[in-house]
């Protein structure tokens, strides 16, 4: 965590419990967008249909999580606050190439002035549209708003909470004091007013999924939150991220080693829209991971942005390859 977010008050003082323990990455590797450091051709995925466009609202965020992917904080703006026209031209675009879905993500999306107009105009122009949220006070802001929406567009519109584990001492070594509660508390207010819901968690290093999902569960069923935790679109569990850290290249071979199709990547299905500060518009990245890599910088349009990527982040290995996680409810 840089020092900017170690200093955010509610900030987490320890380390993260989802940390990596592997050595550090050599600086050879993920150098080379065509070949790995052993000089073998790396894999790349290609846009079979742009499915789910994500469009990233800005990094401000009310929280200052240990390990989020993306920095967010209550300080740093590094992506700004998309605005409504910008995302409006995006959306146009994606109508004309049947794309399904709608992605939000932050930060917190509920900080940005704008969001609620985006997520009517994606609405109302036909999209689902999944929010990614924390689920407190920025959301709670507009529970007027949000009931409204729930009326006319019903099950178009999910609200995936991150619940970073099924405990609090768990959750708030991640994402700091005092967000057990109201997190939960968001959670319990979507679920009692029928929206349609879904919760992203995380598993421990030694923690199997189907103890994970027992005890989620549980947690759900103690709550009164009405979501099947056995139901991996419903209670989505990421794998370990960390960019520093040791992980194998992924060749052209890897897909047969591994039993695995280029096209159920996430990036074969997705793209993400960011607005970087200083950056006088928009720009399409490949997708949610990495907003910050000019390698993954694809284009201004969505048209622009619909070629191969090749899969040269420690995150496409890690995240994407080797740990199987799909980003999308
Ligand atoms: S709530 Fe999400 S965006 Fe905000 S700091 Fe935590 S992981 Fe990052
Ligand atoms: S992190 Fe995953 S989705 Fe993103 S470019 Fe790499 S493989 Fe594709």
Known sequence: MNATRAQTRNAPTGSSPFRVEAAALPAEKFSDPLVTAKGEQRASVALTKLDTLW????????????TCYIESSPTNDALVYLSADHAARFLEEAETIGTREIGFTGGEPFMNPDMLAMLEDSLARGFEALVLT?????MRRHEAALLALRERFGDKLTLRVSLDHHTKEVHEGERGPRSWEPGLDGLRWLSQNGFSIAVAGRLLPDE???????????????????I???DPARLVLFPEMDEDKDIAEITTECWGILGKSPQDIMCASSRMVVHRKGENAPRVVACTLIPYDDGFDLGATLQEAS???????????????????????
Do not use: Q, W
């Open 55 to 66: 469009l990233n609202t800005g990094t401000l965020c009310n929280l200052a999580c240990a």
């Open 134 to 138: 924390n689920a407190m006070k920025p």
């Open 208 to 226: 199997g999924e189907v103890a994970a999902r027992e005890c989620y569960a549980a947690l759900f069923e103690r709550e009164g939150i009405a």
């Open 228 to 230: 099947d935790a056995h």
């Open 307 to 329: 070629g191969d990527v090749p899969l040269n982040h420690p995150h496409c290995a890690r995240f994407c390859v080797l740990g199987g996680a799909s980003c999308s409810a």
